[in-house]
């Protein structure tokens, strides 16, 4: 197919659904080409320069071309790009992993997070000899076909049945999914109790999209699992190094028996990889193949020295003192100001997340889980965030989250706030 000379955006349009690679369901006169990043900003084909509150999809953790990681990677590329074997940067990178994350104790990696929380269901099952799962309404693991689940039903649907958000799932996806509320514990223990033979594990994003976790939550999840000889899954694609440098189960202080993780360990470049307990991970150990429950887990470019190097660099910045500290200051400086500025002009919203996670729920009801976020004015959350991204704030307006990364600045804080309290003026109560 030949490409004709239009606008770029026209362009992409032509060759890509929607205009883009995937959900940012932006109008045709809002869509853009990008060109080049540097740290918390991204330019576009006119020039025109953006504050990045994507950082794609949370994975840049470090900022747009940080000179450290581009340093690293340029080395390597020179010593070649990728073996599908283990190289010096993959086995330093699995060593770091497990001192860093609590319930490492091996490690297996793959080229994305999708495939990386696929690979802990693929585990449990082989594990329990069980095929049920539990996850949570609302939550996104991935778009493997369990992902896709329940993630952004329209029509609610009783507990534990699912409700597919895209098409193309078999039913017997379908029956091997329970879906429970988070947060919930009376709910998601009933459910549990009434499928306890059949679960293989529990899935959960510990902290669910920018919803923390209630007290003891967690904790009774592990109770709960534990007790029935059910594994916990933590999926932390998202919280993994951003919560804290071993993760959610460090910043929660709740142990899981596998946990999924991607996006910025990999500094920008794609990574995913399923770390745990020894006994469950050596499933997929290839001596095993032909017995019962042996688990076919291999990645053409999981593993590859050009992103283990990366995150390398990416992993060492994450160590330097202070961090986090400064990490946890940049996401409260943007939620306590918008908070203000929702007080001030009288508007009604919730103000989400922790750490560099920020989200805006338009509701004056409490969110503690996907029903209580679904009541929320979802009209006026993409009008707030299409004003943002015409105000020069690149964001997806499907997301459930803005993404802070350690190249922000108070500076950028400050305008995006400026920004975005022109935008809720202009939109009024």
């Known amino acids: 197919m030949k490409v004709a000379q239009h606008t770029w955006s026209q362009r992409s349009w032509q060759v890509f659904p929607g205009g883009s690679l995937g959900e940012y369901n932006l109008p045709p006169d809002l869509s853009i080409v ?34 450290r990681i581009v340093t690293a990677v340029t080395r390597q590329a020179a010593l070649g790009s990728n073996f599908s ?33 696929m690979y802990c269901v693929r585990l449990a099952r082989a594990f329990t000899g069980r095929e049920k799962i539990v996850k949570f309404e609302g939550a996104y693991h991935g778009a493997n076909e369990f992902g896709t689940l329940s993630l952004f039903p329209q029509h609610l649907s009783d507990f534990p049945l699912p409700n597919p958000t895209s098409a193309g799932i078999p039913k017997a996806v379908c029956d091997s999914v329970l879906i429970a509320p988070y947060n919930d514990l009376e709910t998601t223990s009933r459910i549990i109790d009434e499928y306890a033979s059949d679960i293989a594990a529990v899935i959960v994003e510990p902290l669910h999209r920018c919803t923390p976790p209630q007290k003891g939550f967690l904790e009774g999840l592990r109770q709960i699992t534990a007790a029935r ?30 946990a999924a993780l991607g996006k910025g360990l990999g500094g920008g470049y794609p990574v995913g990889a399923v770390v745990g307990r020894a006994d469950i991970l050596d499933l997929c150990t290839e001596a095993r193949l032909g017995q019962p429950d042996y688990v076919w887990f291999a990645s053409s470019l999981g593993g590859n020295p050009i992103t283990a190097t990366a995150a390398l660099a990416t992993l060492a910045e994450l160590r330097q003192p202070g961090t986090y500290q400064r990490f946890f200051a940049l996401g409260e400086r943007l939620r306590s100001g918008f908070r203000a500025i929702l007080a001030e002009l009288g508007i009604t919203a919730q103000v989400l997340g922790d750490g560099p996670l920020c989200a805006l729920a338009f509701t004056g009801q409490p969110v ?12 006026r959350a993409r009008r707030f965030k299409l004003g943002l991204f015409q105000n020069g704030i690149f964001l997806n307006p499907m997301s459930t989250k803005f993404y802070l990364s350690l190249a922000h600045s108070d500076k950028d804080i400050e305008q995006i706030l400026r920004i975005g309290r022109k935008v809720l003026q202009e939109m009024g109560r």
């Open 34 to 67: 990008l060109t080049h990043g540097k740290g918390s900003r991204v330019y576009d084909t006119t020039g025109r320069e953006y504050i990045d509150l994507t950082m794609g999809w949370g994975s840049v953790i470090l900022g747009h071309a940080h000179e």
């Open 85 to 117: 074997y283990v190289s010096r940067p993959t086995l330093e990178l699995a060593e770091e992993l497990l001192r860093a994350v609590p319930c490492a104790e091996k490690v297996r990696f793959c080229a994305s997070g999708t495939e990386a929380t």
């Open 229 to 258: 000889n059910i594994l916990l899954i933590f999926d932390e694609v998202v919280t993994g190094f951003r919560l804290a440098y071993g993760g959610a189960q460090e910043y929660y202080g709740v142990i899981p028996d596998l």
């Open 368 to 379: 503690s889980d996907y029903r209580t976020a679904f009541q929320a004015d979802q009209d």
